[in-house]
């Protein structure tokens, strides 16, 4: 087998057509066509560039070493972030991906719970669509909300006990001295 096919194989294994894979590299669908018919041989640096783009074995593009079976690096799951990160940089600022990206590095610890607990739901169907109220006081809160209402009423609720037995004191002791 050619590096051609070889070029030809990880296209097709990727499922991009010729103009998707030349985009890529920045290269044309013209210079991947003559790839793949052995026109043309590809450069050490495009070689090094399809293998870094497509994670693929530069010994088994080369030379085809290691069979087909080891066409493509292992990637571990920073690898993917890396490649997912570099990606969004190349993609404009306003883009979707680039929008919740930002939203998501701007989640607190909480928000990341609760939006993890949100996503097993949905993707286990458990999920169910807040009921739609007449009265938005009846609408059920996200967790993290409830949370922070919980304790700022906690927190309410010991200031007025404290300022209860603060007045029982002082009314015990009114009491006392006019009974002395």
């Given amino acids: ?38 026109n043309r041989t590809p450069s050490s640096p495009v070689i090094a560039l399809i293998c870094r783009e497509f994670n693929v074995d530069e ?27 570099r990606q969004l940089l190349a993609d404009e600022e306003d883009s ?11 989640l607190s610890l909480e928000e990341w719970e609760f939006l993890e607990k949100r996503l097993k739901q949905l993707f286990e169907g458990t999920y169910s ?3 739609i109220h007449k009265n938005p006081m009846e609408a059920p809160l996200n967790p993290y909300v409830q949370n ?20 029982e004191e002082l009314s015990v002791y009114g009491n006392t001295k006019k009974n002395a």
């Fill in 1 to 38: 087998m050619t590096i051609g096919e070889r070029i030809k194989k990880i296209r097709r294994q990727l499922d991009m057509t010729q103009s998707e894979f030349a985009s890529q590299i920045k290269s044309t669908q013209n210079t991947i066509a003559r790839y793949e018919t052995n």
């Fill in 59 to 85: 010994e088994w593009l080369k030379y085809g070493k290691g069979g087909d079976e080891n066409m493509f690096l292992s990637t571990s799951r920073y690898d993917e972030i890396s490649k997912f990160t």
């Fill in 96 to 106: 979707f991906k680039n929008r919740l990206i930002a939203v998501l590095a701007d």
């Fill in 129 to 131: 669509t807040v009921d």
């Fill in 148 to 167: 922070k209402i919980d304790a700022e009423v906690n927190e309410f609720r010991r200031e007025l006990e404290l300022e209860a037995s603060q007045v």
